[in-house]
């Protein structure tokens, strides 16, 4: 597609259960971003994957959260035992390996995740 | 420790005037301070960019000032628009590439009234 798309926009689940929220990356865009915008707050860095080297996971909050990245391109970020303070909007971005197209990444809509 | 502050929390201003949004920072290592707009329900989009070798970048009606010494940068909209009510934020970080790195600040909702 044209952006990074994600998925699903909006999310209603119970205390307890896990989540999978999926982010689906501009063709060709090596870097891939997670970042948690909580209400009134700023962007919270979450995790980023950059081609096949290892993931910098130092953002996760706890380990209820882990992301992968499958075949270089989709990527899935898991919430396991949601909490109502995992309530948020959870963005995801990526960015051209090509340094001559300068820094910007390119954010989903996201993905509005409810704790209940 | 936050290390990029930004003020004010919200913002409204008159169509046609001035809006102004500051940040400061701590790492005096940071090399590159992006702001980024949000409309409601959609991602945050790069709106304009300063590097520390030059105190003022302007695009169009937007300005970036920078002060090193001070350790603070502030977004100016001229002429303000409706069409400009949306959240900024500010960011910093060291070496644009290391995103992941990069601090953003609490964010500012402006109102332009018409």
């Known amino acids: 597609g044209a952006g990074v798309s994600q998925s699903p926009s909006n999310k209603v689940t119970e205390k307890g259960k896990d989540v999978e929220l999926r982010c689906d990356p501009i063709?060709?865009?090596?870097?891939l971003y997670w970042y948690r915008q909580s209400l009134g707050q700023g962007l919270e860095f979450l995790i980023y994957?950059?081609?096949?080297?290892?993931?910098?996971k130092s953002g996760l909050p706890s380990d209820r959260f882990s992301a992968e990245r499958t075949g270089g391109s989709v990527s899935t970020l898991t919430i396991q035992r949601t909490q109502q303070e995992d309530s948020a909007v959870y963005l995801c971005?990526?960015?051209?390996?090509?340094?001559?197209?300068?820094?910007?990444?390119?954010f989903g809509e996201g993905s509005w995740l409810t704790v209940v | 420790q936050q290390q990029v502050k930004q003020s004010p929390q919200s913002l409204i201003v008159q169509k046609g005037g001035i809006s102004i949004i500051n940040c400061a920072y701590e790492n005096t290592a940071f090399d590159y301070f992006p702001w980024y707009q949000q409309f409601p329900g959609k991602g945050p989009a790069l709106l304009i960019a300063i590097r520390p070798d030059v105190s003022e970048k302007k695009e169009g009606r937007f300005t970036i000032s920078f002060n090193k010494s001070a350790k603070q940068f502030s977004l100016h909209i001229m002429d303000s628009q409706p069409g400009d009510s949306a959240t900024y934020f500010c960011?910093?970080?060291?070496?644009?590439?290391?995103?992941?790195?990069?601090?953003f600040g609490s964010g500012t909702k402006l109102n332009v009234k018409p």
């Open positions: 994957f950059q081609g096949n080297s290892a993931p910098d």
């Open positions: 971005a990526s960015r051209s390996p090509d340094r001559s197209s300068g820094n910007t990444i390119y």
């Open positions: 063709s060709g865009h090596t870097a």
């Open positions: 960011a910093a970080g060291r070496d644009l590439y290391n995103f992941n790195k990069f601090y």
